[in-house]
């Protein structure tokens, strides 16, 4: 048998001893981003822990805050809390809430007006922090409770879209949410969506995500993007003449747009009409006998107050990638802000 040179043995040694030294190292790199992938978990874990806490106690605060005004502190807590977002440093929220922190109104008649102003918007504790934001559930367009007018006009006037595709959308909306497989005449049910080789086919039930809406018959991505911020899903679809933008006042049956710019007029001057006769006496005798007209189905579908809010609150920590969200929706109930939805993703 051939003996290797004394040299060979030495290299032969000093390859094995490299490669060990690489298999260690290989086990040692493995070892430690195992460990820190333990750690980030962990940490992760940690920060979903505190930033869902921090949740929790913004929309307890929200609803504290909603339940004190409902007992006459309204105007009080709109003080506090611009006085409270000014020394924090938010001087555009501020100067928002300025003109918005008296009106005619009485607060007692309406105590949940402007609720985003009862609130400061948001809270640090520690390295843990939320933000909130509560929005009148009446100032938006519930898709799912809008009546076939209320969507036509939505479209039409609200959005400027062709009265014909405005009335096509508003029947596609229909036939998308109803039960039945009967396409209306200007709709469309699963056939149709078939036969224009739609991917996604209606369900036949209500919308449970405002995105849905893009795959409706009719629907185009620039329109959708201009709909979507005036629609919600929540609600029993009841609009606040004192607190829905143009838009979606003007989905109200028997809205125009004179009516809608004399009640956006009055809004701006603080002067905030409580019932259908005092809206009647404020806006261009048109309208008002349009409303009058319109009689039942004007005030089924209308409000002067703020009955019901939705809680966005947002919860992270200082540095890290987690957030939690959550949507709650609280009524006015006997006692205080009644939790009536919630949501937490």
Known sequence: MKRLPHGGREGFALVAALWLLVALGSVGLHAALASRARRQAAA??????RARSAVVAGTEYAR??????????????RAEAL????????????NASVSRLFRSVNPLE??????????VPEMVFGDARYALVLRDVGAALNLNEASETMLRQFFAQGMDVDYAEADELAQAILDWRDEDEIPRLNGGEREEYLDE????????????????LRHVRGMTPELYVRAAPHLTLI??????????????LLAVPGMDQAGAEAILRLRDS?????SDRELQALVPGSVA??????????RGRSTYTTDQVEILAQGWVDGGVIQVTSRVVVSRGNTGAAVVWREVF
């Not at 992760?44 to 822990?49: G, I, K, R, T, Y």
């Not at 006085?83 to 501020?94: F, P, V």
């Not at 609600?235 to 979606?248: H, K, L, M, Y």
């Not at 006998?289 to 004007?298: K, L, P, S, Y």
């Open 44 to 49: 992760n874990l940690l920060d979903e822990v």
């Open 64 to 77: 504290s805050r909603l339940t004190a005004a409902m007992l006459g502190r309204a105007e009080e807590l």
């Open 83 to 94: 006085e409270q977002t000014r020394g924090r440093g938010w001087g555009r929220i501020a």
């Open 110 to 119: 309406d105590p949940w007006r402007e609720p985003q102003d009862l609130v």
């Open 197 to 212: 080789g739609a991917l996604v086919l209606p369900p036949n039930r209500d919308f449970v995500e405002i995105d849905e």
């Open 235 to 248: 609600g029993d679809g009841d609009i606040n003449i004192n607190s829905a933008p143009e838009p979606v």
């Open 270 to 274: 603080g002067y905030l009409p409580r």
């Open 289 to 298: 006998q349009t409303v009058d007209i319109m009689g039942e189905m004007f």
